[in-house]
Nanobody
Framework: EVQLVESGGGLVQPGGSLRLSCAGS????????MGWFRQAPGKEREGVAG??????TYYADSVRGRFTISLDNHGNTHLQMNDLRPDDTAMYYC?????????????????????WGQGTQVAVSS
């Protein structure tokens, strides 16, 4: 069973930056593809960024050019968030699944991720 723990959330002013981290453990079977999702109050959860172990990365249009996802070989992922805006305010979740049988992070769909962290809150406000 894969366990994921996020860190790095907080309060930041518009235009500021935050770096989220997600530490994975418990997996000895396969490399993981990983992603970041967010959910604001009253809104559905949306995929923000994803990464495959072969170096491929994927971004939602709303964050492309501002957010950068990275993935290491130890099941950890980071999300560097620059030029933050008030509408980036949300609970951010790390997610992962086994990189087998052609499975990838490319469609940023929560249906393709079985393992989830508890979330870390990001608030962007002046």
């Amino acid at each position: 069973e894969v366990q994921l723990v996020e860190s790095g959330g907080g309060l930041v002013q518009p235009g500021g930056s935050l770096r989220l981290s997600c530490a994975g453990s418990g997996n000895t079977f396969s490399k993981l593809y990983m992603g970041w999702f967010r959910q604001a109050p009253g809104k559905e959860r949306e995929g923000v960024a994803g990464a495959d172990p072969d170096g491929s990365t994927y971004y939602a249009d709303s964050v492309r050019g501002r957010f950068t996802i990275s993935l290491d070989n130890h099941g950890n992922t980071h999300l560097q968030m620059n030029d933050l805006r008030p509408d980036d305010t949300a609970m951010y979740y790390c997610a992962a699944d086994l990189w087998i049988l052609g499975r990838r992070a490319d469609d940023l769909s929560s249906r393709n991720f079985r393992y989830w962290g508890q979330g870390t809150q990001v608030a962007v406000s002046s």
